[in-house]
């Protein structure tokens, strides 16, 4: 069975105080592991997709990595605004997504 | 560009009553469909995903059903609800053959 499990479940940091995420996975056959970000109250915005071990993708002051159990959300002299929830994902050949449970970042000034 | 759309933001509904949440996609054809549920502290729950009108496929058993009675659109429904029903619905999309998921704002249902 595929299992998503994230941590640490919530990370506090202090503004430009560079810090990592943990996904590990166990799955049959990779389709996609994706890394969303979710604001209070608002449904959960894309940031990447990766699909092959090795693989990195960057945006901004995140940057995402790819083994064959695990994955990272790096982030890069957090600012305020970076503050919010971060979930994971597996996807299926339908598309459907298994989320970890998310870890809750909070940047402070 | 592709837009979702869910409505509405908010509901409260006494135990009991019926349910209806709406979800619309613009901008794509043969979309794929899918209902999730956010309970208070938890992750993402799939419930129901569609890979076509009429076409609906239950991913766990509960008081909830879904229908897909044109291509962009998806309806959540409950005859009558319970306390365990409250919650942060999403609906999202993907496209055919494609496995990113794009989610709308939610509708956060409280049932008292």
């Known amino acids: 069975e595929d299992q998503v499990t994230q941590s640490p479940e919530a990370l506090r940091l202090q503004e430009g105080e560079s810090s990592s995420l943990n996904c590990s996975y166990t799955?049959?056959?990779?389709?996609?592991l994706f890394w969303y970000r979710q604001d209070p109250g608002k449904g959960p915005e894309f940031l990447f997709t990766?699909?092959?071990a090795g693989e990195e993708k960057e945006k901004e002051r995140l940057k995402a990595t790819l083994t064959k159990k695990e994955s990272f959300l790096h982030i890069t002299a957090p600012k305020p605004e970076d503050s919010a929830t971060y979930l994971c994902a597996l996807s299926d050949s339908w598309g459907k997504l298994q989320f970890g449970a998310g870890t809750q970042v909070v940047v402070t000034p | 560009s592709q837009t979702i759309h869910q409505w509405p933001a908010t509901l409260v509904q006494p135990v009991g009553s019926p349910l209806s949440l709406e979800c619309t996609v613009e901008?794509?054809?043969?979309?794929?469909l899918y209902w999730y549920r956010q309970a208070a502290g938890r992750g993402l729950q799939l419930l129901f995903y569609?890979?076509?009108?009429?076409?609906i496929s239950s991913e766990v058993p509960q008081n909830l059903s879904a229908s897909r009675p044109q291509d962009r659109q998806f309806i959540l429904s409950s005859k009558k609800l319970l306390l365990s029903d409250s919650g942060f619905y999403l609906c999202?999309?993907?496209?055919?053959?494609?496995?990113?998921?794009?989610f709308g704002a939610g509708t956060r249902l409280s049932v008292l």
């Open positions: 569609s890979v076509g009108i009429g076409q």
């Open positions: 999202a999309w993907s496209p055919r053959g494609g496995f990113v998921g794009y």
């Open positions: 901008g794509t054809s043969n979309p794929n």
């Open positions: 799955v049959s056959g990779l389709r996609g």
């Open positions: 990766l699909y092959s």
